[in-house]
């Protein structure tokens, strides 16, 4: 019953927020929003077992896929959207489905959450495998969209995680690891676009940030492999190919230009004083490892 979910009971720090000043109702969801890092933080071990196979997958030709509705669908695919240009990778490597497909985005089409039939067509268009992994997300954990999407995918092998916000949520009952960020009432009682909203968020972002980390997307802290498609993107590639190489201002420009603003091939180039062809080939046979391409380069030595 929808009155037995913390996410949508009536929270006793806001009662009567609406006879509140501006300032005061700020006050109170800062203050509950500050409760969620907390949350998620409750959660790391379970979320640390879903990134590991989610790399295991994505390292042997896998993808991830994000399903839900209404708000836990539309992060879902806020996320996955921002990994081509963050991460220059392509656009099926993650990939967000949601209940009412694209009209949803914009619109709440709230009937679409219970159509378990729809589910497994959304599942089947995209032809999943056991090499793929597939993250339901629903805030109340019970979604009928999502289970039905869980539960079709753990049928075909494929492998499943749930991300919900309340403990024993019944979309957990259908994923082989399981997330349960467990919010709390929110400020304004069934909005869960709010806390149960933020904790997602930062549980997606750990998902395909700590993924992306471990698929060599990442050099030191630096998103190496940005899409330099503006002259904003330029500029950070410029400054990051000159953070970790002597290189002056105009042959770094030289070098970003010959390989197409990709500073992972720029870098192994200057240091190992290499031809475009070489730092590539190189990159190739060491999986994109910046520092073991240079080695291989120079033979072995420093």
């Not at 959450?113 to 268009?125: F, G, L, P, S």
């Amino acid at each position: 019953m929808a009155d037995k979910l913390l996410t949508e009971a009536q929270n006793p720090s806001t009662e009567w927020i609406d006879q509140q000043s501006i300032p005061t109702i700020l006050q109170w969801m800062n203050n509950e929003d500050a409760t969620v890092a907390s949350a998620v933080k409750n959660e790391l071990p379970h979320i640390s077992k879903a990134i590991e196979q989610i790399v295991e997958r994505l390292q042997n030709g896998g993808r991830l896929f994000y399903i839900g509705a209404g708000t836990s669908g539309r992060l879902g695919i806020l996320d996955a959207s921002e990994c081509p240009p963050t991460f220059n990778v392509s656009k099926s490597l993650v990939q967000g489905i949601i209940a009412g497909g694209a009209y949803a985005l914009t619109n709440a089409v709230e009937n679409v959450e219970d159509n378990r039939t729809q589910a497994v067509k959304d599942i089947q268009h995209y032809d999943l495998t056991e090499k793929d992994v597939l993250v339901g997300i629903a805030a109340s954990g019970k979604t009928p969209y999502v289970i039905a999407a869980l539960q079709y995918a753990q049928q075909q092998g494929i492998y499943t995680i749930s991300l919900s916000c309340n403990k024993n949520s019944e979309i957990s009952q259908f994923a082989n690891t399981c997330i349960e960020v467990e919010t709390g009432p929110e400020v304004i009682a069934g909005s869960t676009r709010l806390k149960a909203g933020t904790a997602q968020k930062m549980v997606l972002n750990m998902l395909t940030t700590a993924t992306m980390i471990k698929l060599n997307k990442v050099y030191s802290n630096i998103m190496i492999d940005v899409q330099a498609t503006n002259e904003k993107l330029r500029r950070r590639a410029l400054f990051t190919l000159k953070r970790f190489t002597q290189v002056d201002e105009v042959t770094g420009r030289a070098l970003l230009e010959q390989t197409n603003y990709n500073i992972r091939i720029a870098i192994v180039m200057y240091d190992a004083k290499a031809s475009v062809e070489q730092a590539t080939e190189a990159l190739k046979q060491q999986q994109g490892k910046i520092e073991e391409a240079i080695q291989l380069l120079r033979g072995g030595t420093e």
